[in-house]
């Protein structure tokens, strides 16, 4: 890590957290890994009887899904490139990446629709950040959810907290995580550190914060993945 180092506070779950931190090494910047959310996986019964794809929003999903079930064999949807690249590692052969948000997804598998002998079946989280299964149901497709991961919110360190004045911006991607950083900052203001956020939901939380002058500023990718993310620290 270099001496002076623009310091970025990394607010996302292990283990996807170390990968956004070397990142950031790489870049010649110093993160700080203390994570807002806490996954843990859940164990629901799997049941692939009549399902002719999966469809995976979250690198967590296709984690906590590929330990629940051995089967590689079907087709894979995933919400982005990261998504998709974690399927591959997985196992999953056949993998589609939508390249965007929940609503790119929704779009690549309807273009796949006719396709599809069977069910699509979304492992996700329990509270999942945004509704995949609703709009592919209004359509007449045949679609399900699988809550497979939690996340759970977890406080940040007194270190963290005390250290909020030498950090540069902090990293948010997810909307829960944007909501844990809006309490904790209520009651304990940073006005000059930035918030720069996956996307516009990501952001949405923090609209009141930055009102009230606890926050510098807030930004948002121009798409939702990581390399847009981190470019914003180049602006």
Known sequence: MTVGARRIWVTRALPGAEATAARLEAMGLAPLIDPLLEVRDLSPPVDLAGVAALAFTS????????????????????????TARAAREAGFSSVTSAAGDVEALTALILDHAGRLDGAVLHPSA?????????????????????????????????????GLD???????????????????????????????????????????????????????????DETALLALLTL
């Open 59 to 82: 690198v967590n999903g296709v984690a906590a899904f590929a330990r629940l079930d051995a089967g590689r064999d079907r087709p894979v949807f995933a919400v982005g490139d990261r």
């Open 126 to 162: 329990l509270e999942p950040a945004g509704d995949l299964v609703t709009p592919l149901v209004s359509t007449g497709l045949n679609a399900r959810r699988l809550a497979v991961y939690e996340a759970v919110e977890r406080d940040p360190s007194s270190s963290t907290l005390s």
């Open 166 to 224: 030498q950090m540069e911006a902090v990293l948010l991607h997810s909307p829960r995580a944007a909501r844990a950083l809006s309490c904790c900052l209520a009651e304990r203001p940073a006005p000059a550190l930035r918030a720069l956020c996956l996307s516009a939901a990501v952001a949405r939380p923090l609209e009141g914060l930055l009102q009230a002058g606890g926050l510098g500023g807030v930004t948002s990718a121009p798409h939702p």
